[in-house]
């Protein structure tokens, strides 16, 4: 889809719950893809990685799936804390890195 | 701290004058990356260098921009007679090129604002 501007996808979650963010990626040849969180006023901060050659990998409270057919990817975050809350931005590489539109999650405690 | 570190973290400067921005990656990283960041959007690849050679030029690097990474280590991009479009987040990226990743890895940026 195309970008939405000022206004970011939101995501609002009880904290404990899990999180799910998703991103669409554009062009099928990407082989490498990242997730990283930003919070504000920072640089962005890596979460987790993924190669196209496979289509799920865990980190501690982190799951990242990538589907190549739709190309989509999620971010699962389990029992999602407050410092949790920030911009989540997936990325694929091509040299440089391509990114996708945030998603801002709010962890309300 | 081993991370990446840019300065100055914030510069508010009047149009039409010139801005430079410093970055210094992690050590032993050979490529270095400069993007820009607007709010509400993620970050725009602007160039990278491999080493000191500048390898890559986005379309957004107008000619006001140079960017120089003159020994390999460091590198600094300059903007000249700034105008108020130029207000953005600069971010610095780094990574080693024969990492098994191609994870970048960004500093705190540096924020513009062109009055």
């Known amino acids: 889809g195309e970008s939405v501007g000022l206004h970011l996808p939101t995501l609002s979650v009880q904290e404990g719950d899990n999180s799910i963010i998703n991103c669409a990626y554009s062009n099928s040849a990407s082989d490498y893809f990242i997730w990283y969180k930003q919070e504000s006023g920072k640089g962005p901060q890596f979460i987790i990685d993924i190669r196209s050659n496979m289509d799920k990998r865990q980190g501690q409270r982190v799951t990242v799936l990538l589907n190549k057919t739709v190309k989509h990817l999620s971010l699962q975050i389990a029992a999602t804390q407050p410092g949790d809350s920030a911009v989540y931005f997936c990325a694929e590489t091509r040299g440089k890195l391509i990114f996708g539109q945030g998603t801002e999650l709010s962890v309300k405690p | 701290d081993t991370g990446v570190s840019q300065n100055p973290r914030h510069k508010i400067t009047k149009r039409g004058q010139n801005v430079t921005f410093r970055c210094d990656p992690i050590s032993e990283h050979n490529r270095l990356y400069w993007y820009r960041q607007t709010l509400g959007q993620g970050p725009e690849f602007l160039t990278y260098?491999?080493?000191?050679?500048?390898?890559?030029k986005s379309r957004l690097l107008s000619d006001r921009f140079s960017a120089e990474r003159p020994k390999g280590s460091f590198s600094t991009l300059e903007i000249q007679r700034t105008e108020q479009g130029d207000s953005a987040m600069y971010l610095c990226?780094?990574?080693?090129?024969?990492?098994?990743?191609?994870?970048?890895?960004f500093g705190p940026g540096t924020r513009l604002t062109v009055l």
């Open positions: 260098f491999q080493n000191e050679a500048q390898l890559e």
């Open positions: 990226a780094s990574r080693w090129d024969r990492d098994f990743t191609d994870t970048q890895y």
